[in-house]
């Protein structure tokens, strides 16, 4: 079965400093793995997404994601997080062997940057 | 294109009423998903649809909520009787399988539910 965890409830970064939101997951197969970004009274926004080939992925607004097949990890990152870069952050995986019908997503991050 | 669509964008209605949410997915997409979103649980995944299909409704609470697609442009969800801990953020999003099974899903706004 898939899962995805997202073992923080909350990250708090100073504006100007690198920013990670941590996921890991679980899936008997290949994974999909995607981030998404939710700004208040909004629906989900994708962001990046990893299917194959480059461990590194990089997004939207200036966000990037590093796949660790060992360590079953997509942890999102910024280089400099901006106040405007506070919002909820899902991450979400599909099993890519099942025909990637169905996308489980983590309990959501709320990444709050402070000015 | 406009993206996913939904209506009404805020729904308040007293407990023992019926509920019809609408959603328009982006045209040419081939899966409509229906989630709900609270505070204690999260994002839930209700019930997909494929070409019009209802594939896994697993996640449908009970019987009073149930979803249709008559055609490839139109969904609703419908909670009757509306009781409330219905009370969440309904989200429709569709994705279309062209280029591979690994594309994103586009969300609507969502709707707004309030259950007095």
């Known amino acids: 079965a898939q899962s995805v965890a997202q073992p923080e409830d909350q990250v708090n970064v100073a504006e100007g400093n690198p920013l990670t939101v941590k996921c890991t997951y679980s899936?008997?197969?290949?994974?999909?793995l995607f981030w998404y970004v939710q700004y208040p009274n909004r629906g989900l926004q994708f962001l990046l997404k990893y299917i194959t080939g480059d461990n590194l992925v990089k997004g939207s607004y200036g966000f990037e994601a590093e796949f660790n097949k060992s360590q079953t990890s997509f942890h999102l990152k910024k280089p400099s997080a901006l106040v405007s870069d506070s919002a909820l952050y899902f991450c979400a995986v599909r099993d890519g062997n099942t025909g990637g019908f169905k996308t489980i997503f983590g309990a959501g991050t709320r990444l709050f940057v402070k000015a | 294109d406009a993206g996913v669509i939904q209506s009404p964008r805020h729904e308040v209605t007293e407990m023992g009423q019926e509920v019809t949410l609408r959603c328009k997915p982006i045209?040419?997409?081939?899966?409509l998903f229906w989630y709900r979103q609270t505070m204690m649980r999260g994002l839930e995944l209700l019930i997909y649809?494929?070409?019009?299909?209802?594939?896994?409704d697993s996640g449908m609470p009970e019987d009073r909520f149930s979803a249709k697609m008559p055609n490839a442009s139109f969904s609703t969800l419908k909670i009757q009787p509306s009781e409330p801990r219905d009370s969440a953020v309904y989200f429709c999003a569709s994705r279309t399988v062209a280029g591979g099974y690994y594309n994103e899903q586009f969300f609507g706004p969502g709707t707004r539910l309030t259950v007095l």
């Open positions: 045209s040419g997409h081939d899966y």
């Open positions: 899936v008997s197969g290949n994974p999909y």
């Open positions: 649809f494929n070409n019009n299909v209802p594939i896994d």
